[in-house]
Each structure stands twice: as structure tokens, then as C-alpha cells.
């Protein structure tokens, strides 16, 4: 049975080298659509393809799909947990690293002439800081592995794990988020965007924090305040400030700012994650349907 294949992400050319191998054109109506989290996959766009049964996103995190739209008609949403942890993970330790060594500070001053290294001793090694974990998931354990091997102290919130597990990754068991932030000099955020964790940091949250602490957040822009973070920095509150995701995404004019690092939602985007998301995609959507597909 012929199937009709629509992409409308940015994938990995080996999904369409995959599905072009078939040699059978597509034709009638969608019925499969692969999909990033930067698309809306609404209620409108389920109703104007009558055909669709699946949905299949290269990501982890699904808040961008119209769940309940997609039961109503039967459509399953295939997604791919953990295929791009690694990059996410590998760049918030970036980014605990140029945060805490001023990197971008340092920078500025370089490219205006200024040769500034009086207080250099003044910044610290990875081992001297807490680091709170927000969500021990799929990335949040890979940052508490690499935050291990710079001898952070690491420790975490996450209600969906075990104590077992929370020894397995790496990280002691914080019950509360509020002990959690009390005693982060770091804290990233690794939690999928729900009801629950909707705007979860906010500014009574934030003024909790230790008072020159940093916050990440390479998750959701919606889990975070973002207004709230950026005044706490204005208002030095915070020592530094990373955002990979934002609300809304691209986001409005935001402070230029040395402490703040921005990065236009590119956490998980390497040559290797996506080579790996082509790839186990088009499994997951053969196996699904039960024949090749082909483009």
C-alpha cells in the first residue's frame, strides 16, 4: 500500500535517501508527517489532513503537538527520546563553563583591545560550584555524568525516578524544589514542557537561588520566567544567565549583556544527532506503518 510522506522539518538527508530507496512514488494525501518541535502541529493542521496517521517527531519533547486533536482521529505521535541528549547535554556543560569563567566578558574585552587579566583569580573551576538538576531525564542524566567528571557536587529534583535511579545517575535526591534552589550555585533545567512545569521558575523562585548563582535553561522557553530571569540579572541577583529556548521563539530584544549567553534553540543540533535522528526516524516509521516508504 503507497503512502504519502510530508517532512516538514530539517532532517538528516539519510531519512529521505532511505524512503527514495523504495522506488515507489507517493501519492493521494498525507499520511505520515515528520516533524521538529519548532513546527505547531494544531488542531487545524490535524483537521486539513484527513488521511494522517502518524506523526513522527525527531525530538523527545512533543508539547508542540495538539495531543487531544491527534487521539480524536486515532493519529499516533512516534517521538525519539534521548537521540539528541548528548549534544544538549555536551553544551550546557559549555555553558557552565563560559558563565563561570567569564568567557564572554573576556571576549568583549579582547576584541575592543583591552587586555584584562588582573582578576582572573577570582573565577573557579567546575569542582567549586553545587549543581542542581531540574528533571533527571534523558539529559539531565548525561549532564550530571559530565558534571561528575569535573567533580561537581550534583544534586536533583525529579518525582518519576526512583531513589535507585537517582544513585544510578549520579545525583542525590533533592525532594523539593525549593531545597533544590536553596542550594545551587548552577541550576538546569531538564524537564518537558506540561501543566505541571509550565513557568515552574519564576521570580520567587529565582530569589531563592543563592544570590550570584546561574541558571540555565536548555529544556522549554515556557518552563521558565523569562522576563523574571532577565530582571534578576539586571538587578545582579543572578551572576549569569544561558538560554538555548525562549518564549517565543525567536524572542524579543534581550539585554546585551555579558553574563547572558543566548543560543537560537541549538542544543541538540550536531552533525551526529541529526545523522541519528534520519536514521532512527525512518525505522520507527517503517515498523510503524509496516511497509517502506518512499518519497
Given at each position: 500500500?503507497?503512502?504519502?510522506?510530508?517532512?516538514a522539518?530539517?532532517?538528516?538527508?539519510?531519512?529521505?535517501?532511505r524512503?527514495?530507496?523504495?522506488g515507489?512514488a507517493?501519492v493521494?494525501?498525507?499520511?505520515?508527517?515528520?516533524?521538529?518541535?519548532?513546527?505547531?502541529?494544531?488542531r487545524?493542521?490535524?483537521?486539513?489532513a484527513?488521511?494522517?496517521?502518524?506523526i513522527a517527531?525527531?525530538?523527545?519533547?512533543?508539547?508542540?503537538?495538539?495531543?487531544?486533536?491527534?487521539?480524536?482521529?486515532?493519529?499516533?505521535?512516534l517521538n525519539?527520546?534521548?537521540?539528541n541528549?548528548?549534544?544538549?547535554?555536551?553544551?550546557?556543560?559549555?555553558f557552565?563553563i563560559a558563565?563561570?569563567?567569564?568567557?564572554?566578558a573576556?571576549?568583549?574585552d579582547?576584541?575592543?583591545?583591552?587586555?584584562?587579566?588582573?582578576?582572573?583569580?577570582?573565577r573557579?573551576e567546575?569542582?567549586?560550584?553545587?549543581?542542581?538538576?531540574?528533571?533527571?531525564?534523558?539529559?539531565?542524566?548525561?549532564?550530571?555524568?559530565?558534571?561528575?567528571?569535573?567533580?561537581m557536587?550534583v544534586?536533583?529534583?525529579?518525582?518519576?525516578i526512583?531513589d535507585?535511579d537517582?544513585?544510578?545517575?549520579?545525583?542525590?535526591?533533592?525532594?523539593?524544589?525549593?531545597?533544590?534552589?536553596?542550594?545551587?550555585?548552577?541550576l538546569?533545567?531538564?524537564v518537558?514542557?506540561?501543566?505541571?512545569t509550565?513557568?515552574?521558575?519564576g521570580?520567587?523562585?529565582?530569589?531563592?537561588?543563592?544570590r550570584?548563582?546561574?541558571?540555565?535553561?536548555?529544556?522549554?522557553?515556557e518552563v521558565?520566567?523569562?522576563?523574571?530571569?532577565?530582571?534578576?540579572?539586571?538587578?545582579?541577583h543572578?551572576?549569569g544567565?544561558?538560554l538555548d529556548?525562549?518564549?517565543?521563539?525567536?524572542?524579543?530584544?534581550?539585554?546585551?549583556?555579558?553574563?547572558?549567553?543566548?543560543?537560537?534553540?541549538?542544543?541538540?543540533?550536531?552533525?551526529?544527532a541529526?545523522?541519528?535522528?534520519?536514521?532512527?526516524?525512518?525505522d520507527?516509521i517503517?515498523?510503524?506503518m509496516g511497509?517502506?516508504l518512499?518519497?
Amino acid at each position: 500500500m503507497r503512502k504519502k510522506l510530508l517532512i516538514a522539518a530539517d532532517v538528516d538527508p539519510s531519512l529521505h535517501e532511505r524512503a527514495a530507496a523504495d522506488g515507489r512514488a507517493i501519492v493521494g494525501d498525507c499520511e505520515v508527517l515528520v516533524t521538529r518541535s519548532f513546527n505547531r502541529v494544531t488542531r487545524r493542521v490535524i483537521d486539513r489532513a484527513p488521511h494522517l496517521k502518524l506523526i513522527a517527531q525527531g525530538t523527545s519533547g512533543t508539547d508542540n503537538i495538539d495531543h487531544a486533536a491527534a487521539h480524536e482521529r486515532g493519529i499516533t505521535i512516534l517521538n525519539l527520546p534521548g537521540a539528541n541528549a548528548d549534544a544538549v547535554a555536551e553544551l550546557v556543560i559549555g555553558f557552565m563553563i563560559a558563565l563561570t569563567r567569564t568567557v564572554p566578558a573576556y571576549t568583549r574585552d579582547l576584541a575592543r583591545g583591552v587586555w584584562n587579566r588582573d582578576d582572573c583569580a577570582t573565577r573557579h573551576e567546575l569542582r567549586h560550584y553545587r549543581l542542581g538538576i531540574v528533571g533527571l531525564g534523558e539529559v539531565g542524566r548525561r549532564v550530571a555524568r559530565l558534571a561528575a567528571l569535573f567533580l561537581m557536587r550534583v544534586a536533583a529534583i525529579d518525582p518519576y525516578i526512583t531513589d535507585s535511579d537517582f544513585a544510578e545517575r549520579g545525583a542525590t535526591h533533592i525532594h523539593s524544589l525549593d531545597a533544590l534552589l536553596q542550594n545551587s550555585d548552577i541550576l538546569t533545567l531538564h524537564v518537558p514542557l506540561t501543566n505541571e512545569t509550565r513557568r515552574m521558575i519564576g521570580a520567587p523562585q529565582i530569589a531563592t537561588m543563592p544570590r550570584g548563582s546561574f541558571l540555565i535553561n536548555a529544556a522549554r522557553g515556557e518552563v521558565l520566567d523569562q522576563q523574571a530571569a532577565v530582571d534578576a540579572l539586571r538587578a545582579n541577583h543572578l551572576g549569569g544567565l544561558a538560554l538555548d529556548v525562549f518564549d517565543p521563539e525567536p524572542p524579543p530584544t534581550l539585554p546585551d549583556d555579558p553574563r547572558l549567553i543566548l543560543t537560537p534553540h541549538v542544543g541538540g543540533c550536531t552533525h551526529e544527532a541529526k545523522a541519528a535522528i534520519g536514521a532512527k526516524l525512518f525505522d520507527k516509521i517503517a515498523a510503524f506503518m509496516g511497509s517502506q516508504l518512499s518519497l
